[in-house]
């Protein structure tokens, strides 16, 4: 059996050689996927959030600790299309971090004085208040202003004058705003996430907001599209494509739909990952034979070779700092993540726990790594601790795949099966507040993109 999804051999030669690989372009269950059919579900109860696009938000678990927090009614005018304060509150729900409260019926807008001892009364540490107004030039006027109920200050405000295409993108950089200031941490509600999904014969790949919703596509292919991957600066999604009826990469520039060609080697190219400064991506090639890892200079020339095994090596995770590459490699007789130094020296396995860990993710501190290991007949998303070499199980679901960290290290979006279909879910590193991103037909692949400056 292959140990990823990333390495899809792209002639009868190398299937040959690699019994039991599968070719991607023969379907969409790649075959770790096929492995995948079958798995069980996990029972959500929570509460869905209002919103005019494709996904629902749902949440289960009870984190501690977390800060409540009151949402008072806004002060609105009609044919807004996006309930903006409602936005807020889920985001600042889904942190896992913030405990929302009835925010009452009195309408509160950002110049209300409110009293806040009935607030602080019910338990809220925080209050938010705000109002949506129409301009002039057809735009939306959003503002707010956040309360500190305990000692009773005005902790301030902001007005974002905003298209109606940006209304979430305002009720983003809101909860921003207020988790950092409630927090002490910069919050990730205004960055991206993007995905794959296939409805029928079409592939596409996704770009959408950090809850899922507001989805744009990037690239509608008759063939399959795997791997995406974002530049350190957001810019950019490297991917693989199957356009050239054998795994490619590509770089797609987000915001002028440009896209270049960036390895097209004999044989196979795929698990690209790119280096904190955005200078080289690393990937896994089979120019000779098996599969590699190797370094691609992004203004051109040979590839260079990482990594110097007979037997596969693959799925490339920088470390934060750049000092460090995660990776997966079969060397010792099953797959397991490995640590190197982006020169290939001072190899140092790192799995111990289990005969199968796959797809590693680094936190942006450093400090944990997410992967996924098999557990009897299924696949599961567990997180360890560097420092000290603890594992903790994040998931009760038996089809997770494709970690990847929140830009603050808050939060792992996930791929996973749920109720019999195919979800993106968000947890919280303790595993306590789980969310689903749900969407029609088959969506995975996930890759969440950076802080924006």
């Known amino acids: 059996m292959p140990m990823d999804d990333h390495h899809l051999p792209s002639s009868p030669t190398s299937r040959d050689a ?36 494709q996904f629902r938000v749902e949440v289960t678990g009870v984190g501690v600790p977390q800060i409540p927090f009151a949402v008072a009614p806004w002060r609105v005018v009609p044919g807004v299309p996006q309930d903006v304060a409602a936005i807020v509150a889920a985001d600042l729900v889904r942190s896992g971090q913030l405990r929302q409260l009835p925010g009452g019926s009195a309408v509160l807008d950002e110049m209300s004085r409110p009293d806040l001892a009935p607030w602080r009364a019910q338990g809220a540490d925080a209050l938010i208040t705000g109002s949506v107004n129409r301009l002039a030039d057809g735009r939306f006027d959003v503002r707010f202003r956040l309360w500190d109920a305990v ?22 950089r809101i909860a921003d705003y207020v988790y950092e200031k409630l927090t002490g941490e910069r919050g990730v509600f205004a960055t991206r996430i ?60 987000i915001a002028t739909g440009r896209r270049r060609l960036l390895a097209s080697f004999r044989g196979s190219n795929s698990a690209p990952a790119w280096s904190p400064d955005g200078k080289r991506l690393y990937a896994t ?10 370094a691609l ?93 603890a594992v903790t199980s994040l998931t009760d679901t038996t089809a997770d795949e494709s970690p990847s960290f929140a830009p603050n290290g808050r939060l792992i979006v996930y791929a996973t099966r749920v109720q019999g279909r195919e979800s993106l879910m968000t947890t919280t590193l303790d595993g306590r507040i789980k969310t689903r991103l749900s969407a029609a037909g088959s969506v995975r692949e996930p890759d969440w993109g950076p802080f924006l400056s």
Do not use: C
């Open 297 to 389: 200079d992004l203004d051109g020339g040979a590839p260079q070779r990482i990594t110097q095994t007979g037997g596969i090596d693959t799925e490339p995770a920088f470390a934060p700092d750049g000092k460090a590459v995660y990776f997966v490699s079969d060397r010792g007789g099953s797959p397991q993540i490995y640590r190197m130094r982006p020169d290939g020296g001072e190899v140092t396995r790192v799995t111990f726990d289990g005969s199968y860990n796959i797809s590693p993710a680094v936190s942006p501190d450093g400090r944990h790594l997410a992967f996924v290991s098999r557990i009897g007949d299924g696949f599961r998303l567990r997180l360890m601790d560097l420092g000290t070499g």
């Open 151 to 172: 000692r009773g200050i005005d902790l301030g405000g902001q007005s974002y004058p905003v298209s109606v295409a940006d209304l979430r993108l305002a009720a983003h």
């Open 194 to 253: 993007a995905y794959v999904s296939k409805n029928g014969d079409r592939y596409q790949l996704w770009v959408a907001d950090a809850d899922g919703e507001n989805a744009q596509p990037a690239l509608t292919s008759r063939e399959p599209i795997i791997s995406p991957a974002w530049s350190p600066n957001g810019a950019q999604l490297a991917y693989v494509s199957f356009e050239s009826l054998k795994p490619v990469i590509y770089a797609h520039d």
């Open 285 to 294: 090639l089979t120019l000779a034979g098996s599969s590699q890892i190797y």
């Open 18 to 53: 690699q019994p039991g690989w599968q070719d991607v372009r023969h379907g969409w269950g790649v075959s770790r996927r096929r492995w995948l059919q079958g798995a069980g579900g996990l029972a959500l109860a929570g509460v869905a959030v209002p919103g005019m696009a």
